[in-house]
């Protein structure tokens, strides 16, 4: 029945490309778009999220569905009334940085009930802003052996601890980085290599590699733009670096997994509070439709980094007994500067614990470039803090001191400078904000807010497992122990460090974008690929970059507006991709056609676009970009003629018109539905072939639109893949969770996608003879 579609020559092209396999069936089908059970967990002991595999075939609520999600805990102020069904939250988080998301993913995966809120973009302050660093702390060990502080020394042994959990839950977005310590006297070495070793010894069996000490030649050929002069060698210990914001969406989206329900651009305007005094939940804005509305939880927990005391400041005015805050957070202002790859070597960091000052300068490879900071300083709260002159002029005369001197350091090298805010927690007796320790404070208000101020990006997880178990002792929530030790983050469960080789192979992507995909989105960039354009080149066959300086695609856009609720064209170019902390002036480039498809996938109109376009202008001024003399007339000559065009059009509807298309001249019995893992399977064939498969299932896939196993088999078979046997197909089909009523057309992609992969040399498959009538045959001879 089935048989007429191999006759077309499309057919027969299908054929030829795929190839007998010797696979075992029950682990090659289907194995990335199955969802698995909570309890699933992989052989390293790791947990797997209870709403699927962290892979591209979860797509997220979108943020409209937050929201809705949202307004049923009470009924909405102003004229769009939601209706109440008295749903509550456990737990109300303000904040969605790296503490608040934290906290989220702590909470949600012990079974609460959590609502997360942030008045701007997830990781929009320090926890974009941070050194990239995931580290124990060589400096506060330092300090802690010195001035003999017990504090410091725990801070240290924390660090150490977090920061191996920390590169296994999301392996694809950090990793180790050797740091050099130059020499440049001989009384040095001792002194550094005790230290390091000391640092080592801290970790014990969690330390990443031990340190060692290197000769002067070593020295400069592993870092050959280090200053010659006096170089007596150099001591190399390792800690890690993380791309931070992509981390904390790694930890939203993580906590989506787990049923939290996140919402950016959500503003807390008041504290709801019983007759009695207790916060019962919170009064919120929509800062993008206007909405207010009444949030009803058990408990809210304040993680708002150097903005906590405005939320404390709140909770004190609306006590029953208005009293005034004292604040617990004394903010400091940390600057740091990017400059051109040329400045550092591509796997090797540097630190500078002398300098002119007495602070401590780290040298870092990041994303491509080098960073370099950073500066300590007591500064006042602001949203897009900018970063003085007087602070980039010092870092630029620190790297000069050890950099060779055929190295021009200059002004115009800087190419992003950014200033974040450090929420230290304030201690009375502290001389200046140099000396406050980086710890964590958990402060619980007579009205139940608990409030966790402080820390750092490395040892976030153990400031939220402490909140979570804090607030479950307070409140007297019902909750199960603290899994965060062994939960994967989106993204982690399919990624390996070869993964961009598959997406070179199946997308015809350049190695550079593959690489930075396969280490920003990890096992989601396999959603990213499916939505990239084709390039109309001979190669690259997909991915058209937003720019030819850096590896950003324009399927990112599209990616970060659907699956990861960018919201502004300044989520985008800061913290979906951290283009302005790369680039500055690059990122204003690439504006305009950020906004463009942002637009399509958003439905701005030419007024909207250029208050994006101005606000985004405005934002990269805190990055160090030169301010605008008319934003208006910059805004307008950027956009104007700004389109995408039919072609651009349809690649960002790419899922929207491939369902389409692949609808088309199908029979009304065809109903196929089409899931991400289909559009994913997609991308493994050309169009013929896709005509090919859809022409074959409409033919045998019944009046219900499935195909049964046995038709299955018998499809396989006539493709060449005769060695998956019946009994293997079926059982495999059985224990993945394949209903008896057949097998759906994503699951048909599925297994021809994955039989196809397995290629090794294309082969023509035994075709069934048909019959000849006897006087045709010779007389049977």
Same mark, same amino acid.
């Given at each position: 029945?089935?048989?007429?579609?191999?006759?077309?020559?499309?057919?027969?092209?299908?054929?030829?490309?795929?190839?007998?396999?010797?696979?075992?069936?029950?682990?090659?089908?289907?194995?990335?778009?199955?969802?698995?059970?909570?309890?699933?967990?992989?052989?390293?002991?790791?947990?797997?999220?209870?709403?699927?595999?962290?892979?591209?075939?979860?797509?997220?609520?979108?943020?409209?569905?937050?929201?809705?999600?949202?307004?049923?805990?009470?009924?909405?102020?102003?004229?769009?009334?939601?209706?109440?069904d008295e749903e509550e939250y456990d737990l109300l988080i303000i904040g969605g940085g790296a503490s608040g998301a934290g906290v989220a993913v702590d909470a949600a995966s012990r079974g609460l009930k959590v609502a997360l809120v942030d008045r701007d973009d997830?990781?929009?302050?320090?926890?974009?802003?941070?050194?990239?660093?995931?580290?124990?702390?060589?400096?506060?060990?330092?300090?802690?052996? $010195?001035?003999?502080?017990?504090?410091?020394?725990?801070?240290?042994?924390?660090?150490?601890?977090?920061?191996?959990?920390?590169?296994?839950?999301?392996?694809?977005?950090?990793?180790?980085? &050797?740091?050099?310590?130059?020499?440049?006297?001989?009384?040095?070495?001792?002194?550094?290599?005790?230290?390091?070793?000391?640092?080592?010894?801290?970790?014990?069996?969690?330390?990443?590699?031990?340190?060692?000490?290197?000769?002067?030649?070593?020295?400069?050929?592993?870092?050959?733009?280090?200053?010659?002069?006096?170089?007596?060698?150099?001591?190399?210990?390792?800690?890690?670096?993380?791309?931070?914001?992509?981390?904390?969406?790694?930890?939203?989206?993580?906590?989506?997994?787990?049923?939290?329900?996140?919402?950016?651009?959500?503003?807390?305007?008041?504290?709801?509070?019983?007759?009695?005094?207790?916060?019962?939940?919170?009064?919120?804005?929509?800062?993008?439709?206007?909405?207010?509305?009444?949030?009803?939880?058990?408990?809210?927990?304040?993680?708002?980094?150097?903005?906590?005391?405005?939320?404390?400041? /709140?909770?004190?005015?609306?006590?029953?007994? &208005?009293?005034?805050?004292?604040?617990?957070?004394? &903010?400091?202002?940390?600057?740091?500067?990017?400059?051109?790859?040329?400045?550092?070597?591509?796997?090797?960091?540097?630190?500078?614990?002398?300098?002119?000052?007495?602070?401590?300068?780290?040298?870092?490879?990041?994303?491509?470039?080098?960073?370099?900071?950073?500066?300590?300083?007591?500064?006042?709260?602001?949203?897009?803090?900018?970063?003085?002159?007087?602070?980039?002029?010092?870092?630029?005369?620190?790297?000069?001191?050890?950099?060779?001197?055929?190295?021009?350091?200059?002004?115009?090298?800087?190419?992003?400078?950014?200033?974040?805010?450090?929420?230290?927690?304030?201690?009375?007796?502290?001389?200046?904000?140099?000396?406050?320790?980086?710890?964590?404070?958990?402060?619980?208000?007579?009205?139940?807010?608990?409030?966790?101020?402080?820390?750092?990006?490395?040892?976030?997880?153990?400031?939220?497992?402490?909140?979570?178990?804090?607030?479950?002792?307070?409140? %007297?929530?019902?909750?199960?122990?603290?899994?965060?030790?062994?939960?994967?983050?989106?993204?982690?469960?399919?990624?390996?460090?070869?993964?961009?080789?598959?997406?070179?192979?199946?997308?015809?992507?350049?190695?550079?974008?593959?690489?930075?995909?396969?280490?920003?989105?990890?096992?989601?960039?396999?959603?990213?690929?499916?939505?990239?354009?084709?390039?109309?080149?001979?190669?690259?066959?997909? %991915?058209?970059?937003?720019?030819?300086?850096?590896?950003?695609?324009?399927?990112?856009?599209?990616?970060?507006?659907?699956?990861?609720?960018?919201?502004?064209?300044?989520?985008?170019?800061?913290?979906?991709?951290?283009?302005?902390?790369?680039?500055?002036?690059?990122?204003?480039?690439?504006?305009?056609?950020?906004?463009?498809?942002?637009?399509?996938?958003?439905?701005?109109?030419a007024s909207r676009q250029r208050e994006e376009w101005i606000r985004a202008r405005a934002f990269l001024e805190s990055m160090g970009?030169? &301010?605008?003399?008319?934003?208006?007339?910059?805004?307008?000559?950027?956009?104007?003629?700004?389109?995408?065009?039919? /072609? %651009?059009? $349809?690649?960002?509807?790419?899922?929207?018109?491939?369902?389409?298309?692949?609808?088309?001249?199908?029979?009304?019995?065809?109903?196929?539905?089409?899931?991400?893992?289909?559009?994913?399977?997609?991308?493994?064939?050309?169009?013929?072939?896709?005509?090919?498969?859809?022409?074959?299932?409409?033919?045998?896939?019944?009046?219900?639109?499935?195909?049964?196993?046995?038709?299955?088999?018998?499809?396989?078979?006539?493709?060449?893949?005769?060695?998956?046997?019946?009994?293997?197909?079926?059982?495999?089909?059985?224990?993945?969770?394949?209903?008896?009523?057949?097998?759906?057309?994503?699951?048909?992609?599925?297994?021809?996608?994955?039989?196809?992969?397995?290629?090794?040399?294309?082969?023509?498959?035994?075709?069934?003879?048909?019959?000849?009538?006897?006087?045709?045959?010779?007389?049977?001879?």
């Open positions: 029945m089935f048989r007429k579609a191999f006759r077309h020559p499309a057919s027969r092209r299908l054929i030829l490309i795929t190839s007998s396999s010797s696979l075992v069936a029950s682990y090659y089908l289907l194995p990335s778009h199955t969802p698995l059970r909570a309890d699933s967990e992989p052989h390293d002991g790791f947990k797997i999220p209870p709403r699927g595999r962290s892979s591209s075939a979860w797509l997220p609520p979108d943020r409209k569905q937050m929201i809705r999600a949202l307004k049923r805990s009470s009924t909405t102020i102003g004229p769009h009334p939601a209706a109440q997830f990781s929009s302050g320090t926890s974009s802003k941070s050194t990239k660093l995931v580290h124990g702390g060589v400096r506060y060990l330092q300090k802690a052996v $010195l001035e003999l502080d017990y504090e410091q020394y725990k801070l240290v042994r924390e660090a150490l601890h977090e920061r191996k959990i920390f590169l296994q839950t999301a392996p694809y977005l950090s990793h180790m980085l &050797p740091i050099m310590l130059p020499i440049y006297k001989y009384w040095q070495l001792p002194y550094y290599w005790a230290g390091c070793k000391a640092y080592d010894l801290l970790a014990g069996s969690e330390n990443m590699e031990s340190s060692y000490l290197m000769s002067k030649g070593k020295a400069l050929e592993a870092f050959p733009m280090l200053k010659a002069d006096g170089l007596v060698g150099a001591l190399v210990y390792y800690d890690g670096q993380h791309n931070d914001s992509r981390m904390n969406m790694a930890l939203v989206l993580t906590a989506v997994q787990y049923g939290a329900v996140v919402a950016n651009y959500v503003e807390v305007n008041a504290l709801d509070k019983t007759p009695e005094g207790k916060i019962c939940g919170a009064r919120v804005k929509d800062n993008i439709s206007g909405d207010e509305w009444h949030i009803r939880a058990k408990g809210v927990i304040n993680a708002t980094g150097p903005f906590s005391d405005a939320i404390l400041s /709140l909770d004190a005015s609306s006590s029953p007994h &208005p009293t005034v805050h004292n604040p617990i957070v004394a &903010p400091s202002s940390g600057v740091h500067i990017t400059l051109p790859n040329y400045y550092s070597p591509r796997t090797m960091g540097l630190l500078d614990p002398a300098t002119s000052d007495g602070r401590v300068i780290f040298f870092l490879p990041w994303q491509g470039n080098t960073i370099a900071g950073t500066t300590d300083s007591p500064s006042s709260v602001e949203k897009n803090p900018k970063p003085k002159e007087e602070d980039i002029a010092w870092i630029l005369d620190e790297v000069k001191r050890y950099l060779s001197p055929d190295i021009k350091v200059r002004r115009g090298d800087v190419l992003s400078a950014w200033s974040g805010l450090r929420p230290l927690v304030k201690d009375p007796s502290a001389s200046s904000s140099a000396n406050l320790v980086r710890n964590h404070l958990i402060h619980v208000s007579s009205s139940g807010l608990i409030t966790l101020a402080g820390g750092k990006w490395t040892t976030y997880r153990a400031m939220a497992e402490e909140t979570v178990d804090r607030a479950i002792k307070e409140l %007297g929530l019902n909750a199960g122990k603290c899994e965060s030790e062994r939960v994967r983050l989106v993204g982690s469960v399919g990624w390996s460090s070869t993964m961009f080789i598959r997406l070179i192979q199946q997308f015809g992507l350049e190695t550079e974008v593959a690489k930075h995909l396969s280490d920003n989105y990890g096992d989601r960039a396999w959603t990213v690929c499916s939505m990239a354009e084709a390039t109309g080149e001979r190669w690259p066959l997909h %991915g058209v970059r937003l720019t030819p300086l850096y590896p950003y695609i324009e399927a990112e856009v599209r990616y970060a507006t659907r699956s990861e609720y960018a919201q502004t064209a300044e989520d985008f170019i800061a913290r979906r991709a951290r283009l302005s902390f790369l680039n500055a002036q690059a990122a204003l480039e690439v504006l305009s056609r950020v906004i463009a498809i942002m637009s399509v996938e958003l439905g701005w109109n970009l030169p &301010p605008s003399k008319d934003p208006e007339r910059e805004a307008r000559a950027a956009l104007q003629g700004t389109t995408l065009g039919w /072609l %651009g059009t $349809l690649a960002t509807y790419g899922m929207w018109a491939s369902q389409s298309i692949l609808r088309l001249g199908m029979p009304a019995s065809g109903k196929i539905s089409q899931t991400p893992a289909a559009l994913l399977s997609r991308a493994h064939f050309s169009s013929e072939e896709m005509n090919t498969l859809r022409h074959i299932f409409a033919e045998t896939g019944g009046d219900q639109g499935r195909m049964d196993t046995k038709t299955l088999h018998a499809v396989l078979a006539e493709l060449g893949f005769k060695d998956v046997s019946f009994e293997e197909l079926h059982k495999v089909l059985t224990q993945r969770g394949v209903s008896h009523d057949g097998v759906s057309f994503e699951y048909f992609l599925d297994v021809c996608s994955e039989l196809k992969e397995k290629q090794t040399a294309p082969i023509t498959p035994q075709r069934r003879r048909g019959h000849i009538p006897v006087e045709k045959s010779g007389g049977g001879v």
